[in-house]
């Protein structure tokens, strides 16, 4: 039997590739028309690449892997040299630090992944009728890449378990983390979720949405054609905000914003506080066919307990109303425990080019993922849910 011949392609931007043909790999659709994964969308990528989010001066320089075979093209990665490692929260600044004192040059490296977002989907996106042949392909393209510019290393960040498992196998190292993840038990509505809680956290969250609810104004859900421009301009202050805080500057340009308004508006939720005519905080989802994504929160004013409702608590009567199985709420905070959040594993892959900083590496990772798995049982374990012996103490209204 002949084998396949394949050839591995460079793109410096997706403008050279047709946006069928990409989402072809990267498009898995739902029941209801909606991508499985928004953010590996060609709309999506190409609004980060056509606003100046990623590209020259942001230290993400596009290097789109494609795959072909057969005369068409059988798989696609979003793939990123990188001169830093900021915007990818599985953070690899200690093994920079490690390389560099070692007298080694670690950056650039290369990078496959969704700048910026910290959401879980494929990542070595195939064709349908590819998937091992693609993935395969992909994966040795993106190594030979590195090994062939002398790069340190290779990462390719919130993969899917099937993905870590398969690029183990093909020498690669896995990596684990965590974060929170809502999960809708078939809920009605609100209330049948809070009836699944211990009394204590039920009536705490409902203290919460009382106290959020006092800044002064409405609370409303605007996703598609509802959003419109001045949702967005208020959305940039809270943007900004919120970066320089956390970030020290925002990764997403304004121009990001004004594209999303143009191309992304149907695959995004915004649950904004309103009061006389004017957005005081706001939180940004995107939608996927099954999942709701918390992306990004501000605001222009402090109220007590705002960030809770419109982050996790508005996140929550969404994904009830429209059937969706799960909220995922972004990177870090243990705080969203209480709420309802419980810690799920995720995956990460890396290659390193040299072989002794590699073992060393392999045996952390060994270690880590150890305390990974203690630590989201230990947390599950004091989980907010009621437990078979729980005895309902009454209840707050």
Not at 229 to 252: C, I, N, S
Not at 318 to 328: D, N
Not at 380 to 392: N, R
Request: hydrophobic share 40%.
């Amino acid at each position: 039997m002949t084998e396949t011949q394949v050839e591995i392609t460079v793109l410096p931007t997706l403008a050279d590739i047709a946006p069928e043909e990409w989402d072809a790999c990267a498009c898995e659709v739902g029941p209801a028309g909606r991508p499985v994964d928004p953010f590996t969308t060609y709309r999506f990528l190409s609004a980060l690449e056509r606003s100046g989010s990623v590209g020259a001066g942001s230290g993400w320089q596009p290097q789109y892997l494609t795959a072909r075979a057969e005369g068409k093209i059988i798989a696609v990665a979003p793939l990123y040299a990188k001169n830093h490692s900021q915007g990818e929260y599985v953070f690899d600044h200690n093994w920079a630090h490690a390389y560099e004192n070692a007298g080694g040059r670690y950056y650039p490296k290369l990078q496959v992944a969704v700048p910026f977002t910290p959401a879980t989907g494929r990542r070595f996106l195939t064709h349908p009728d590819w998937t091992d042949t693609g993935r395969a392909a992909l994966v040795q393209g993106a190594v030979q890449l590195a090994a062939n510019n002398q790069l340190s290393s290779l990462h390719i960040t919130f993969c899917t378990e099937d993905e870590a498992a398969a690029g183990q196998q093909m020498g690669l190292l896995r990596r684990t983390s965590q974060q929170f993840h809502w999960t809708n038990q078939n809920y009605v509505n609100f209330d049948a979720f809070l009836a699944s809680l211990s009394a204590r956290k039920r009536k705490n969250i409902r203290k919460e949405r009382k106290q959020a609810q006092k800044f002064g104004g409405d609370i409303i859900a605007v996703t598609g054609d509802n959003i419109l421009p001045e949702h967005w301009d208020a959305f940039w202050v809270f943007y900004q905000d919120t970066g320089a805080r956390k970030w020290g500057m925002p990764y997403l340009t304004r121009k990001f914003f004004d594209e999303a308004q143009e191309t992304l508006r149907d695959d995004i939720l915004l649950s904004l506080a309103v009061r006389d005519g004017r957005c005081v905080a706001g939180a940004m989802n995107f939608i996927g066919a099954d999942t709701l994504y918390g992306r990004y929160w501000g605001c222009s004013e402090h109220h007590p307990c705002l960030h809770f409702e419109l982050c996790y608590y508005q996140a929550i009567d969404y994904a009830i109303a429209q059937g969706l199985t799960r909220v995922e709420a972004g990177a870090q905070g243990s705080h969203k425990l209480a709420r309802g959040y419980l810690p799920k594993v995720t995956h990460s892959l890396h290659w390193v080019a040299d072989e002794g900083f590699r073992d060393a590496i392999e045996k952390f990772l060994i270690a880590e993922r150890d305390a990974v798995d203690e630590e989201i049982e230990v947390l599950t374990e004091y989980g907010p849910f009621k437990s078979v012996k729980d005895e309902d103490d009454g209840d707050e209204t």
